[in-house]
């Protein structure tokens, strides 16, 4: 009796990995930081990420039932673009402003193209800047840890009134979740043993701009250190719909990442250029993928046909 061969479309490969595992992985990953932020910022840092995280779940619930698609909110994706969009937050931001950068993170950026893994930027970061834009008062105002005095002392703004401990365990000013690059570096690590991100990007876009402001006569230590630099490099600039999908490709992505960072910090009008330059990548992705993406197996140039002799 012969046997029948059964054709279908890919994936022909599975994995048991699934999307709620992945964003569990990265949600446990961002705790550390979360919690400490919580700790020097107060109950406001924690009210303001739990704003973040409730108006993205309850945008793309109310998305999926108004639209009668079926409900996503299980997979936790809206769950981390709160999360990563309260991190980026001072924590003197209005909570009525975190729920709006959290709407126009999942309805405008997200949803609107597609959903998960369609959206072309990432909706963190893109909801960031709308807040920066539209509220830049603020989102540019910030407390001394373990205190209500109002600062604008971050590092990259007094890269003078900071020791490297301090900016190495995040005893100072600056958004909820970016403060301390010790835990992030601890999230990141635990991301990377756990094979949800590949530590290409985060490598290359941090040595960057390390490589770049030592050239310039910056301490290396000091621009890695500040700022969102880290959170951006192992959380943000890692996003699978938004990154390209080839080691090349990664490459070129993340050391493009940090030369846009490095030349907004040094000559633009704002301290950080992060966001801005994760975001300026991610629309060049597809080009990225297009230009590095593997020759199939057996496949050769065609040549040039002759021209015919009239």
């Not at 910022?41 to 779940?57: D, E, I, T």
């Amino acid at each position: 009796m012969r046997e029948q061969l059964n054709v279908a479309s890919s994936p022909h490969i599975r994995h048991l990995d699934t999307t709620s595992g992945i964003m569990l992985d990265v949600i446990i990953a961002l705790l550390p930081a979360c919690i400490f932020g919580c700790i020097i910022f107060g109950l406001r840092a924690l009210a303001v990420l739990a704003v973040s995280v409730a108006a993205a779940v309850l945008s793309e619930f109310l998305w999926n039932i108004i639209l009668k698609k079926p409900q996503s909110v299980g997979d936790l994706s809206a769950v981390v673009t709160g999360l990563l969009l309260g991190m980026n937050l001072p924590s003197t931001l209005p909570l009525w402003m975190a729920a709006i950068g959290s709407v126009a993170a999942i309805i405008v950026v997200k949803q609107m193209f597609g959903g998960i893994g369609c959206n072309f930027a990432n909706p963190a970061i893109a909801a960031r800047i709308i807040l920066l834009v539209s509220f830049p008062g603020a989102m540019t105002k910030f407390v001394a840890p373990l205190s209500d005095a109002v600062t604008s002392a971050t590092p990259l703004a007094a890269p003078n009134e900071y020791t490297l401990r301090e900016l190495f365990f995040g005893w100072h000013g600056g958004s909820i979740g970016e403060t301390s690059a010790f835990l992030l570096l601890v999230g990141g690590l635990y991301l990377i043993v756990r094979k949800v991100i590949s530590p290409v990007i985060p490598c290359c876009f941090i040595g960057t701009v390390a490589l770049l402001s030592l050239l310039a006569g910056e301490n290396p230590l000091h621009s890695i250190l500040s700022g969102g630099l880290i959170l951006g490099a192992v959380f943000m600039a890692t996003d699978y719909t938004t990154t390209p999908i080839t080691w090349k490709g990664k490459a070129i992505f993340a050391v493009g990442c940090g030369l846009l960072s490095f030349v907004i910090r040094r000559f633009g009008a704002l301290p950080e250029g992060v966001s801005y330059s994760i975001l300026l990548m991610n629309i060049l992705v597809p080009h990225i993928n297009r230009f590095t993406r593997p020759k199939p197996f057996g496949w050769v140039k065609p040549k040039k046909e002759e021209k015919q002799d009239a």
